[in-house]
Structure formats: C-alpha cells, structure tokens
C-alpha cells in the first residue's frame, strides 16, 4: 500500500465559497461519496486552513497504480485540479503501519 499527501491553495473565488460553512460542508461531503467509488482507494482524510482556505488530503491507496489512474481520472480533475491555484504539491510514500492494522510491511 501506498501513503500519498496532497496539498493545494485555492482560487480566489474557491476561497470566498469556503468562506461559507454551509457551503463549504456541501461541497467536502460531495467530494467524500464521489470518493468512496474510487478503485483502490482504502483511506482518505481531509484537512483545510481555516486562514487561507488551502486543501489537502491523505490518501492510502492499495497499490501506486490505483493511484496513478485515479491522478488521469475526472474525479481528481474536478476535485482538484479545476480549485487549484497553481500545481498542488504531491508526495507518494509506502505505508508502513497504522493503529489499526499494526505493522504492515
């Protein structure tokens, strides 16, 4: 398995949207069930800077090419991509254990 960590800022006007709560609870819960249909993704957690609004997530992937598919696919297009000011920073580690599981290499 594979440990990936996605950081992004938003576009301004993804900025004044998030700035709303409700709205912004709308669009994460969105992104969480398109999320839960993806192939080979087994974790996904979310985090946002309450100041600038930048996105981010940490994904555990089964296997690097899931990961790899789901990077071509629309979903990571419209999640990603079309918020993102600028390249969103993308980090791929091996996932080595977790709480629940224990050691896992």
Known sequence: MIAVIVKF??????????ANVDVARKHIQKVVEGC??????REKFFIMDPETYAQGAM???????????YMKSEEYQE??????????????YV???????????
């Open 9 to 18: 800022q938003v576009k301004d006007e993804v900025k004044k949207q998030l």
């Open 36 to 41: 839960r249909n993806i192939p080979g993704l």
């Open 59 to 69: 994904l555990i992937w089964e296997s690097r090419e899931q990961f790899e598919e």
């Open 79 to 92: 999640t990603v991509l079309d918020i993102c000011e600028g390249d969103p920073s993308v980090e791929v």
């Open 95 to 105: 996932h080595t254990a977790n709480l629940i599981d224990g050691v896992l290499i």
